[in-house]
């Protein structure tokens, strides 16, 4: 309930003084006649509105004390899966290069890679979404890694057009790029400037390996620690939204966190931050075997071995199909024909069988002949 005399005042003089006349009788209708109100009818903002996740809310969020989660996505399942898990933000990292295309660094991925991954992953949270049963899904923030070798260049323009492609064509809400130097600073104070979101990153920067020997910790030494907060700093009044903490003393994680007012994600970094990043196939346990356990950081925590389910499927599969049992002839063969159809299909094959039989005996002739060359010829004996 609004009253008159409130309405009036927020009439702007301008549109006043151009519609003279109707605004005189609304004068005298809001103003002169006696005291009442007007009914102003509102409506609920959408719930899922409420649910998704901004820049903003997480800023809110890290004030309120409630910790961020956030978890890498290359690929429209595992989308779904974190979205579903209503996780707060998705990082279609550049990490891809190692988990999903086999790189031993993040160095080689392309910036047209990572737009394929993002788009992947965009079309994951909308599915996601589309088909959940929850009344208000929570719409993830969904960050890209801008890829090595897109946006370090003098020409901080370079760094804009490549991010702006990580938006308009990949679909992602915010970019993350590493570094906490000057030059880094000023990339990120145009990108935003220019209407991109960036979150930073420092600490360990695994686009960086060459320059610093490998994956090792950073921040250990007292002079390094504080520079890591100087970095933070810089990339705050630079206007990125929040910052990643990679394998850094967990005291040097909590020192920045207090000193921010943005958020802080830790991977690797202690418990005194905003939140926590973990990539995707380490946290699940994806190359989990049961007879050997592949390379595992030292700061992730397996929260499943989903990759003993995946090997103990496929062994199933295997042995299925060879011991004949799948797919079997009633539950997954659902396909039929009718009867009439199946005598009609049954009389065409007959009027050609001897035809069919002996063009069969001739391709297997030919493939024998082929395969003993290849054994006698190539390997030098036969099996």
Known sequence: MVSRRLLW??????????????????????????????HIPTYPIPSNFLRTVTTLSLTSQKRRGK??????????????????????????????AMVELGYDTTQPITLDQMIHHCQAVYRGVQASMNRSHDENPKKPLLVGDMPFGTYEYNEVDIAL???????????????????????????????VDGGVAVMGHIGLTPQAISVIGGFRAQGRTAAR?????????????????????????????RAVT???????????????????????????GMMSHPHHEEFMPKFCKSFAQ????????LDDFKKEVEG???????EYSPYIMNEHERTLFDTMLERDAVERERKKQQAEQKLKQADEYEQLSLYGGKD
């Open 324 to 330: 004949g049992t799948f797919p079997g002839d009633d």
């Open 161 to 191: 057009r490549n991010a702006y492609r990580m938006v308009k064509e990949g679909g992602v809400d915010a970019v993350k790029l590493e570094g906490g130097s000057d030059r880094r600073a000023e990339a990120i104070k145009h990108l």
């Open 225 to 253: 620690a504080r520079e890591l907060v100087d970095q933070a700093l810089r990339l705050q009044d630079a206007g990125a939204f929040a910052i990643v903490l990679e394998c850094v003393p967990a005291n040097v994680a």
């Open 67 to 96: 910790k961020i989660t956030m978890v890498t996505a290359y690929d429209f399942p595992s989308a779904m899966h974190v979205q579903r898990a209503n996780i707060d933000m998705i990082l279609v990292g550049d990490s891809a």
């Open 9 to 38: 005042s927020k009439i702007p003089t301008l549109a006043r003084r151009r519609n003279s006349r109707w605004t005189s009788m609304l004068h005298q209708y809001l103003v002169h006649q006696p005291a009442a109100t007007i």
């Open 306 to 313: 989903v990759g003993h389910a995946i090997t103990k499927g």
């Open 258 to 284: 207090d000193t921010l007012e943005i958020p802080t994600i830790g991977i690797g970094a202690g418990n005194g931050t905003s939140g926590q990043v973990l990539v995707y196939h380490d946290m699940l």
